[in-house]
Nanobody
Framework: QVQLVESGGGLVQPGGSLRLSCAASGSFFSLNVMGWYRQAPGKQRELVAAITRGGSTNYADSAKGRFTISRDNAKNTIYLQMSDLKPEDTAVYYC???????????WGQGTQVTVSS
């Protein structure tokens, strides 16, 4: 049973920064790839960034150059450092985990990120 607990969301002004965290528990195999997805009102959930246990990463085009995903394997925790935030980044951000690059079956409860002046 995988458990994912996100933290770090909030309200930030355009151009600001936020750091999200996701603490995970579960089997070694089920946490091979962990990532962040987001869902804005009226839109589908989309990948933001993902990272393997070995540190390989995958970013959505919208995140490249502004967001950085990282991972602490000893703590089973991933982070998403978000910079130069834009109003279009406003969404609920969800942590995800699975055995490979495909979207995993395990989700956190989500954390709201609102970018607004």
């Amino acid at each position: 049973q995988v458990q994912l607990v996100e933290s770090g969301g909030g309200l930030v002004q355009p151009g600001g920064s936020l750091r999200l965290s996701c603490a995970a528990s579960g089997s070694f195999f089920s946490l091979n790839v962990m990532g962040w997805y987001r869902q804005a009102p009226g839109k589908q959930r989309e990948l933001v960034a993902a990272i393997t246990r070995g540190g390989s990463t995958n970013y959505a085009d919208s995140a490249k150059g502004r967001f950085t995903i990282s991972r602490d394997n000893a703590k089973n925790t991933i982070y998403l450092q978000m910079s130069d935030l834009k109003p279009e980044d406003t969404a609920v951000y969800y942590c995800n985990a699975g055995p490979n690059w495909a979207r995993g079956d395990s989700w956190g409860q989500g954390t709201q990120v609102t970018v607004s002046s």
